[in-house]
């Protein structure tokens, strides 16, 4: 296997950042008008740590083609990993709804979209408080009612705010949100529903046992 090139990378295993060994790249020119496919790459590497296997995938410049006719030079777009997949899937136990919602912030945020996955991340949350009963005022308040009716803890409903504040921004402001706010909206749209659906009943199964023992 030869290395075709190096690409700087962070690595979920090796919990650090490494040095992709580029297995392959290449670019996939969509057939049809110019304007609606763009052309994109795929990159696969190899981590030199842990010699775990990466896909990146990123788009081409959106302004390539002004560029390319005036000879400037075209701008290098940031890759957004395919494999290993970034986020875990929800449980089953978890509310179909629930699960579709999240599912569509996760394919926001593999596409790079970081705006629409914080605002689909925010959507998440708000189903998994009306399927906690709890429809009333603003999304800030329903997490407070949800930590006094000690359905989550104090981290949890600490870690809250990010998922909040950052709802607002997507849908009222018009600065772009950062790929590292996406991605915590959407470890804390994760927890909260692991923890709602996951722990919080295996736990009841836990304590129902022990009893029963008891
Ligand atoms: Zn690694």
Request: charge should be negative.
């Amino acid at each position: 296997m030869s290395i075709k090139g190096r690409h700087a990378w962070n690595c979920q295993t090796c919990a650090k950042a490494v040095i992709l060994e580029v297995i392959e790249s290449w670019w996939v020119n969509p057939e049809g008008e110019w304007d609606d496919f763009e052309p994109y790459e795929w990159l696969v590497g190899k981590c030199p740590g842990c010699a775990g296997p990466y896909v990146l995938t990123r788009e081409s410049d959106p302004d390539w083609r002004e560029r390319y006719y005036q000879d400037e030079p075209v701008a290098e777009m940031p890759y957004v990993q395919s494999f290993p997949e970034t986020h875990r899937a929800l449980s089953r136990a978890v509310p179909l709804t629930v699960r579709e919602s999240y599912d569509e912030a996760i394919s926001c945020f593999r596409s790079g979209l970081n705006t629409a996955a914080v605002i689909m991340a925010r959507r998440t949350v708000e189903l998994v408080c009306k399927e906690q009963g709890l429809s009333e005022g603003t999304l800030a308040q329903k997490l407070r009612k949800m930590r006094e009716q000690d359905l989550i803890d104090e981290r949890l409903f600490d870690w809250s705010s990010v998922a909040k504040d950052l709802g607002n921004n997507g849908a009222h402001d018009f600065n772009p949100v950062a790929r590292e706010d996406a991605d915590d909206a959407l470890l804390f749209t994760e927890a909260l529903a692991s923890y709602l659906y996951t722990f919080a009943e295996r736990y009841e199964t836990h304590r129902r046992r022990e009893v029963a023992s008891d």
